[in-house]
């Protein structure tokens, strides 16, 4: 019998469902009805396609499968074209079992294109092993990918016992997910696997595991700091999914604002040496520092700007809103940001109410934030303009916004907030001051924000008047009666009232009450003096 149906020709019928070899025996005249029959539920095949492939080796953009058996099926993935046998891919991945296939135009085999292919050409690559029963190597790096991959050839257990899907899967749940490592690197593969790994619930999954194994308080930031950077290393959107889910399981706040600012850090570069410097003033300086951000702007390109919006608009939308989340000169950072990268304005005005309400802790290089306007998309205005180089306006709503915060806190036992900010903005107005564009009116509004109350001397305020009227030399009398009734020169030192009684900068009604006040000064310290000898010329002998 055996003889007999060797001698005879055969086919070898693969059924798809259970991958079974059926051998049917056919004379040659039957041949095209018993194959239309098997047709609708299997694939007709050489019995030869089942010798083990001798090797699969690259050539240039290609992958061939050498064997004592012809190919004959091509599939292009991206830009790599594999040439393979049909019969191993078909009793693996019930995708392309169900594909109409269609003649390669060189009359070789089969062509077939797989678009948007999930993991691209190297997934592809390990499936064809895997597929041709070669030993297959999982680890963290392509298991996302060939998870994914495996989902769409649809490489289910119902095509074959021990199938792709069910390993990938397995190695995730019980290999990758118990490894802080291991999960972080699985979820940067996901970024180039969208909508599949979100569909497949591996991001979700990374996510959570992430998230239950973060830190929640400081003392376990001592060991494990170094958690910060896997964190921050990851896309943005993954990041806010983990923040928020830590969030949810009761970190402290200063714990989620720390890895939000070591975040800014790595994807926010520049944030201090593209905005701090721009401190000299003049028409030439000024354009040149202009003209110099506004290229580097338009270098970046829309597409990188839209990225640097979307990171900073997401990063402020999930700080935690507790004063120790983060410090007042991180979100004088994050506000330059957002207006360099015209970000909304809710999202400004939030950042300008945060800041303001913790100002006291600011410096004069925080509050220098370069004048930008929304409608030039970040872009620098031109000095040919004749506007500021700082934008005042912010400062002055920042200071509005301490002081309503200031009010609020009236039951609470007294701060030396005011103070603080009083120094602040005399320092301030001393550096803009040096700035030719500034009104007057702007001058002034910025001076008369703080009460008189919240100031004990005026020393400041008068540098800084004196400041404006040096590089504002052509002001009226007026103005300049108008600049210094700002200040009390009854709040002035006498070190202050000897310079200003000198000052010709200043107007002459100034001088004179300089004047009155530096004599009621010396005769009060005469006063005393004399009190102090006296009582000294009074001691008792013993």
């Not at 095209?32 to 098997?38: E, P, R, V």
């Not at 269609?102 to 390990?126: D, H, M, T, V």
């Not at 015209?342 to 300008?352: P, R």
Request: hydrophobic share 40%; with cysteine; charged share 25%.
């Amino acid at each position: 019998m055996l003889g007999a149906l060797t001698a005879m020709p055969y086919i070898l019928i693969v059924t798809m469902k259970k991958s079974l070899l059926v051998v049917q025996s056919q004379s040659s005249e039957s041949d095209s009805d018993g194959t239309d029959q098997a047709h609708n539920q299997s694939i007709v095949v050489p019995t030869t396609v089942i010798a083990i492939a001798d090797s699969i080796q690259k050539k240039d953009n290609s992958w061939v499968v050498t064997s004592q058996i012809a190919t004959d099926l091509s599939i292009q993935v991206q830009d790599v074209t594999f040439t393979v046998h049909k019969y191993p891919l078909v009793s693996k991945c019930g995708y392309i079992g169900r594909l109409e296939l269609q003649p390669s135009i060189s009359n070789f085999g089969y062509e077939l294109k797989l678009e948007n292919f999930p993991g691209g050409s190297e997934a592809f690559e390990i499936i064809l092993k895997f597929c041709y029963g070669l030993p297959l190597d999982l680890n963290p790096s392509n298991s996302a990918p060939l998870r994914c991959a495996s989902e769409f050839l649809e490489m289910s257990e119902e095509i074959d016992d021990g199938n792709l899907i069910s390993k990938t899967e397995a190695f995730l749940t019980f290999v990758v997910l118990s490894s802080w490592k291991d999960t972080i690197t699985v979820l940067k593969s996901c970024e180039t696997l969208s909508p599949w790994a979100e569909n497949l619930q591996i991001v979700r999954r990374c996510c959570d595991s992430i998230a239950w194994k973060a830190p929640r308080d400081n003392s376990m930031v001592n060991d494990e700091g170094w958690c910060f950077d896997d964190v921050a290393s990851l896309r943005i959107d993954h990041f806010t999914r983990i923040i928020t889910a830590i969030r949810a399981k009761g970190a402290k706040p200063e714990i989620i604002g720390k890895c939000i600012m070591r975040y800014a850090d790595i994807w926010l570069p520049g944030m201090d040496a593209e905005l701090e410097g721009l401190r000299g003033y003049g028409y030439g300086k000024n354009e040149l520092q202009f003209s110099i951000l506004t290229g580097r702007k338009e270098d970046e390109g829309i597409e990188h700007s839209k990225e640097q919006k979307s990171i900073i608009e997401s990063l402020v939308s999930i700080l935690p809103p507790q004063p120790e989340a983060a410090p007042c000169k991180f979100l004088l950072k994050m506000l330059k940001m957002a207006m360099v990268y015209s970000a909304s304005q809710a999202l400004i005005s939030e950042l300008e109410k945060r800041a303001g309400m913790m100002l006291e802790n600011a410096n004069v290089n925080d509050l220098l934030i370069p004048n930008y306007k929304s409608e030039d998309q970040g872009k620098m205005v031109k000095s040919l303009e004749k506007r500021t180089m700082h934008n005042t306006d912010v400062v002055q709503r920042m200071v509005e916004y301490f002081l309503m915060h200031e009010q609020e806190k009236q039951q609470l036992p007294p701060t030396s907030g005011k103070s603080s900010v009083s120094k602040l903005l005399e320092n301030y107005l001393a550096e803009v001051a040096k700035d030719p564009n500034l009104s007057i009116t702007k001058f002034q509004l910025l001076a008369e924000a703080l009460p008189e109350r919240a100031r004990a001397c005026d020393d400041g305020l008068y540098r800084a008047i004196d400041t404006y009227l040096k590089t504002h030399p052509s002001l009226s009398e007026y103005d300049r009666r108008r600049l210094c009734k700002i200040m009390s020169c009854g709040k002035l030192s006498l070190d202050a009232c000897m310079h200003a009684a000198q000052n010709d900068r200043l107007p002459l009604r100034t001088v004179i009450q300089v004047k009155y006040t530096t004599i009621f000064q010396y005769k009060s310290m005469i006063s005393i003096s004399n009190k102090s000898n006296k009582c000294a010329c009074h001691v008792p002998k013993l």
